[in-house]
């Protein structure tokens, strides 16, 4: 079955600071992931998804995240952290792999930015 | 009025109550989603809809309902909660089912007293 881990339930950085949220995958298929941001009392937005193109993918916001095969991850960073990146972000995966299927999403990592 | 609303924002309910949610589109989407999202828990699919049929129940309890009169519109109807079914119910659209990318609504603020 497909699942996703995000490491560390709350990150805090400073601004200005990289951003590292941990997101480990379990797929018995070709995977495809996505990262959620979820800000106070809003939805969730996608901010970028891997779908077996690149393994570099570039989002929204700056944020980017790297699909790295031989360690089941997809972590997702940002060189420089600001006040707005300050939410919850979610890593998730297709439940039967590829395109199908529906989106299993990790318990979330909340992000706070220091000024 | 673009994207997915939903109202209510916030709902208190005893747990006699019936009550509904709602949830509208206004993207041209074919499939629409209900979610759960509780404190600590990852965010669980509950019903999953395709051109106004319903696909997907994940051994969601019956005292919730979903109905889905077109591919504009989903509702959630609520009777005889339970306490622990306080939470952020979010709603969900997307261009067909599968994994393309869904779009959210704000979601409803439940809580069951």
């Known amino acids: 079955a497909q699942s996703v881990t995000q490491l560390g339930s709350h990150v805090s950085v400073s601004e200005g600071a990289l951003v590292l949220l941990r997101c480990n995958y379990s797929s018995s298929v070709p995977p495809y992931l996505f990262w959620y941001v979820q800000y106070p009392n809003q939805g969730l937005q996608l901010l970028l998804k891997y779908t077996s193109a690149a393994t570099l993918v570039k989002g929204i916001n700056g944020f980017e995240a790297e699909f790295k095969k031989s360690e089941t991850s997809f972590h997702l960073t940002k060189p420089s952290a600001h006040m707005s990146d300050a939410a919850e972000y979610f890593c998730?995966?297709?439940?039967?792999?590829?395109?199908?299927?529906?989106?299993?999403f990790g318990k979330g990592t909340k992000l706070s930015v220091k000024p | 009025e673009t994207g997915v609303t939903q109202t209510p924002r916030h709902l208190v309910m005893g747990m006699t109550n019936k009550k509904s949610l709602k949830c509208e589109q206004h993207?041209?989407?074919?499939?629409m989603y209900w979610y759960k999202q509780s404190a600590k828990k990852p965010l669980e699919l509950m019903f999953v809809y395709s051109l106004e049929e319903r696909v997907e129940n994940n051994s969601v309890p019956s005292r919730f309902s979903p109905e889905c009169p077109n591919s504009s519109h989903l509702f959630l109807h609520l009777h005889t909660l339970q306490p622990e079914d306080s939470a952020l119910y979010l709603c969900?659209?997307?261009?067909?089912?599968?994994?393309?990318?869904?779009?959210f609504g704000q979601g409803t603020r439940l809580t069951v007293v």
């Open positions: 969900a659209s997307s261009q067909v089912t599968g994994v393309t990318e869904a779009f």
């Open positions: 998730a995966v297709s439940d039967r792999g590829g395109s199908q299927g529906n989106l299993i």
């Open positions: 993207l041209g989407h074919n499939a």
